[in-house]
């Protein structure tokens, strides 16, 4: 089982960037898919960003120029840079992995994921 934890999370004022780090424990990140998730209050949770195993990247329309997703295989891993912060980006965060195979080409999905971190809060406010 893969065990996931986001740290970053804070509060920042709209237009500013925040960088939420997802640390995998084992060897998850060599050979899982990772991707990042939102889940603001009353809605339902979103599929940001997504990394695979050979880095190709996804990203959500809404998040797409502002958001980059990456991975550090030295630190173990995976980070979520979000630049140009909007209130509506104001939500809690979480990292998830996924079976090796997937290739989210029609959309980050959270029933395709299996392990979920405990989550970080982000808020967007002046």
């Known amino acids: 089982q893969v065990q996931l934890v986001e740290s970053g999370g804070g509060l920042v004022q709209p237009g500013g960037s925040l960088r939420l780090s997802c640390a995998a424990s084992?060897?998850?990140?060599?050979?899982?898919?990772i991707g990042w998730f939102r889940q603001a209050p009353g809605k339902e949770r979103e599929g940001v960003a997504c990394i695979t195993r050979d880095g190709t990247t996804y990203y959500a329309d809404s998040v797409k120029g502002r958001f980059t997703i990456s991975r550090d295989n030295a630190k173990k891993t995976v980070d979520l840079q979000m630049n140009t912060l909007k209130a509506e980006d104001t939500a809690v965060y979480y990292c998830?992995?996924?079976?090796?195979?997937?290739?989210?080409?029609?959309?980050?999905?959270?029933?395709?994921?299996?392990?979920w971190g405990q989550g970080t809060q982000v808020t967007v406010s002046s």
């Open positions: 998830a992995a996924a079976d090796p195979m997937l290739i989210p080409e029609e959309g980050i999905f959270d029933h395709d994921f299996h392990s």
């Open positions: 084992g060897s998850a990140l060599d050979y899982s898919p």
